[in-house]
C-alpha cells in the first residue's frame, strides 16, 4: 500500500534555509512526487513535479528558491532566504492504479 | 490565464444530495485529466475522484465510492461532483484540481479556489 509520509512541523528563521521531507512506503522509491504550497486560509498551489531521475518542472511563477532533490525513497523540497510568506502547510502528493495520494502535510513556521 | 471556479458548495442534511461544478478556462480542458480534493475543516488534503481527459476512465477513493460520481462534459469545458448519500464526515472544502496530462495519474498543476460542503442537521 502506497503510503506518503511528511513531519507534522518544521520551522527556520527568516533569511534562512529550510528542508522538508516526503517519505514514499517501500517498494515504491521510484514514485514521481508533487509538492503544493498551502497558505492560511488559501487553496493549494502547485509549486513542482519531482521524478526520481532528478528531473522535475515548477509551477508558473515559483520562485527559484523553492528546489527539490531526492535520496532513496524520501524527496526534499528545500526553500532558502526563507520569507515571511514562506509559512505555510506543504503537502507532498504521489500517484499509483488509478489512485492519488497526500501526505498529512508538514507546517513551515517562519520564526 | 487558467482558471477553474467551483460552485454549488452548501448546507445540505445528512443523507442528501448536492452536485458540484468546476468550470474551467484558459486552456484545452478535453486534454487533460481532472480530480476532485477535499479538505476537512483543520485537516489535510484528502483525495476524492479522478477522470481521465476523455471522460472514459474514472476513479474514487474508498470513503466515497458508491455515493458520489465524477463527470465532465468537455463540451462546456465543466467538471462535475454528484454527491449522494451525504455524511458528517464529508463536510469539507472541496476543489478541483488539473492534472498535467491526459491519464489520471499525474501531478496537479492547477487548482480551483473551492467551494465549501457542509453535512449537517
Known amino acids: 500500500q502506497l503510503v506518503v509520509t511528511q513531519s507534522p512541523s518544521a520551522s527556520a528563521s527568516l533569511g534562512a534555509s529550510v528542508k522538508l521531507t516526503c517519505t514514499l512506503s517501500?517498494?515504491?522509491?521510484?514514485?514521481?512526487i508533487a509538492w503544493h504550497q498551502q497558505q492560511p486560509e488559501k487553496g493549494p498551489r502547485y509549486l513542482m513535479k519531482?521524478?526520481?531521475?532528478?528531473?522535475?518542472s515548477k509551477g508558473d511563477g515559483i520562485p527559484d528558491r523553492f528546489s527539490g532533490s531526492s535520496s532513496g525513497a524520501e524527496r526534499y523540497l528545500t526553500i532558502s532566504s526563507l520569507q515571511s510568506e514562506d509559512e505555510a502547510d506543504y503537502y507532498c502528493q504521489t500517484w499509483v492504479s488509478g489512485i492519488q495520494v497526500f501526505g498529512g502535510g508538514t507546517k513551515l513556521t517562519v520564526l | 490565464e487558467v482558471q477553474m471556479l467551483e460552485s454549488g458548495g452548501g448546507l445540505v442534511q445528512p443523507g442528501g444530495s448536492l452536485r458540484l461544478s468546476c468550470a474551467a478556462s484558459g486552456f484545452t480542458f478535453s486534454s487533460y485529466a481532472m480530480s476532485w480534493v477535499r479538505q476537512a475543516p483543520g485537516r489535510g488534503l484528502e483525495w476524492v475522484s479522478a477522470?481521465?481527459?476523455?471522460?472514459?476512465?474514472?476513479y474514487y477513493a474508498d470513503s466515497v465510492k458508491g455515493r458520489f460520481t465524477i463527470s465532465r462534459d468537455n463540451s462546456k469545458n465543466t467538471l462535475y461532483l454528484q454527491m449522494n448519500s451525504l455524511r458528517a464526515e464529508d463536510t469539507a472544502v472541496y476543489y478541483c484540481?488539473?492534472?498535467?496530462?491526459?491519464?489520471?495519474?499525474?501531478?496537479?498543476?492547477?487548482w480551483g479556489q473551492g467551494t465549501m460542503v457542509t453535512v449537517s442537521s
Open positions: 517501500s517498494g515504491h522509491s521510484t514514485y514521481a
Open positions: 484540481a488539473k492534472t498535467g496530462r491526459a491519464h489520471a495519474l499525474d501531478a496537479f498543476d492547477i
Open positions: 519531482f521524478n526520481s531521475d532528478g528531473s522535475h
Open positions: 477522470i481521465s481527459g476523455s471522460g472514459g476512465s474514472t
